[in-house]
Nanobody
C-alpha cells in the first residue's frame, strides 16, 4: 500500500487545517490507519487512530476535542481535521497503515511521506 499525505501548511494559533492521506494498492478497507507526528528532538507519537470501518477512533489526550480522524473506504482516503491548533501541534505529520490496531509506530507497515504543520503564536 502506498500512502500520500497532503494538506499541511502554516496556520495561526486557533486556526484549522485538514490533512488528507490517499492510499493506492493493497486492501485499504482491511487496514487500521493512524496519524503520527514527529517533533524534532522527541519521539514520534500517535495522534489518532481509526479502525477499518471507521466505527472506532482513538485520540491522544492533548488533541481530544480538537482533532478528528476519519476515513472513506470508497475513496481510499484517510483524513485528519485539526481545529483550535496550538503552537505545540507544530510537527511533521505522517499517515500510516497497519493490519493490527496499535498506538505503536513499530506496528505500522505503511507510511506516507509526512507533511509539515506549523502553528504560529
Amino acid at each position: 500500500v502506498q500512502l500520500q499525505a497532503s494538506g499541511g501548511g502554516l496556520v495561526q494559533t486557533g486556526g484549522s487545517l485538514g490533512l488528507s492521506c490517499a492510499a493506492s494498492g493493497g486492501t485499504f478497507s482491511s487496514l487500521i490507519f493512524a496519524w503520527f507526528r514527529h517533533i524534532p528532538g522527541l519521539e514520534r507519537e500517535c495522534v489518532a487512530v481509526v479502525n477499518s470501518d471507521g466505527t472506532y477512533t482513538y485520540y491522544k489526550d492533548s488533541v481530544k476535542g480538537r482533532f478528528t480522524i476519519s476515513r472513506d473506504n470508497a475513496k481510499n482516503m484517510v483524513y485528519l481535521q485539526m481545529n483550535s491548533l496550538k503552537p505545540e501541534d507544530t510537527a511533521v505529520y505522517f499517515c500510516a497503515g497497519s493490519r493490527f490496531y496499535s498506538h505503536n509506530d513499530l506496528t505500522y507497515d505503511y507510511w506516507g511521506q509526512g507533511t509539515q504543520v506549523t502553528v504560529s503564536s
